[in-house]
């Protein structure tokens, strides 16, 4: 996912004023695009939010297109240190069951999903810049990838791979549905129904 760096602006030093710069146009280009769509977002608008001049908008990310990436690579860095975390914290009370680490991965993703539902809302309008769906599509390939270890899924058989597909799936689909629970109580009622079908289905076959 280099790309995305890359396409993000210019390179700089992570000093505290730049953190600050960045975050307070990151958190402006969020309200932004989430009440206009990332098409009738203007840079113009971002910066009077945020309080920071164009220039530096567009030194720090380039233009709207790397202010979008950077909230996906945010977003994106932000489930899997939280998955990992999880799984981590798992291991450590001893538990190697592969459905149980993978269903309690899937529990804390998509509780990040709840956590995070602003732009999970912005990508469900699948609204973003030239070349973010495939971006993101590398992103969904490799998310499979981690699941089919994390099962013990041999990725040679076709059913494997399928199953895993499946499993993927169901938790990005939940994900969505979550940024349009009213409330976190019904969010928790999501994740627990997605959790206990994703161990019915993790199942090996036979």
Same mark, same amino acid.
């Given at each position: 996912?280099?790309?995305?760096?890359?396409?993000?602006?210019?390179?700089?030093?992570?000093?505290?004023?730049?953190?600050?710069?960045?975050?307070?146009?990151?958190?402006? $280009?969020?309200?932004?695009?989430?009440?206009?769509?990332?098409?009738?977002?203007?840079?113009?608008?971002?910066? $009077?939010?945020?309080?920071?001049?164009?220039?530096?908008?567009? /030194?720090?990310?380039?233009?709207?297109?790397?202010?979008?990436?950077?909230?996906?690579e945010e977003f994106?860095?932000? /489930?899997?240190?939280?998955?990992?975390?999880?799984?981590?914290?798992?291991?450590?009370?001893?538990?190697?069951?592969?459905?149980?680490?993978?269903?309690?991965?899937?529990?804390?993703?998509?509780?990040?999903?709840?956590?995070?539902?602003?732009?999970?809302?912005?990508?469900?309008?699948?609204?973003?810049?030239?070349?973010?769906d495939a971006l993101?599509?590398?992103?969904?390939?490799?998310?499979?990838?981690?699941? $089919?270890?994390?099962?013990?899924?041999?990725?040679?058989?076709?059913?494997?791979?399928?199953?895993?597909?499946?499993?993927?799936?169901?938790?990005?689909?939940? $994900?969505?549905?979550? #940024?349009?629970?009213?409330?976190?109580?019904?969010? /928790?009622?999501?994740?627990?129904?997605?959790?206990?079908?994703?161990?019915?289905?993790?199942?090996?076959? #036979?």
């Amino acid at each position: 996912m280099s790309s995305i760096v890359e396409s993000a602006g210019t390179e700089e030093a992570p000093t505290g004023h730049n953190r600050t710069v960045r975050s307070a146009l990151l958190d402006a $280009a969020l309200e932004v695009f989430t009440e206009r769509g990332y098409a009738d977002a203007g840079v113009a608008e971002i910066a $009077a939010r945020s309080g920071i001049p164009v220039g530096s908008l567009f /030194q720090h990310y380039g233009g709207k297109r790397g202010l979008y990436l950077a909230l996906w690579e945010e977003f994106r860095e932000a /489930q899997e240190h939280r998955t990992a975390a999880t799984l981590a914290a798992e291991r450590g009370r001893g538990v190697d069951d592969p459905v149980a680490l993978f269903v309690a991965g899937a529990r804390a993703y998509l509780e990040g999903a709840w956590d995070n539902r602003r732009f999970g809302r912005l990508l469900v309008e699948d609204d973003g810049p030239t070349g973010f769906d495939a971006l993101r599509r590398q992103w969904d390939r490799a998310w499979v990838r981690r699941n $089919a270890r994390l099962l013990e899924v041999d990725e040679k058989r076709r059913a494997g791979r399928v199953r895993v597909r499946v499993l993927t799936t169901v938790i990005g689909g939940a $994900a969505r549905e979550l #940024g349009d629970c009213g409330d976190e109580t019904e969010a /928790q009622e999501i994740v627990d129904e997605v959790c206990g079908i994703l161990i019915h289905l993790s199942a090996p076959p #036979g």
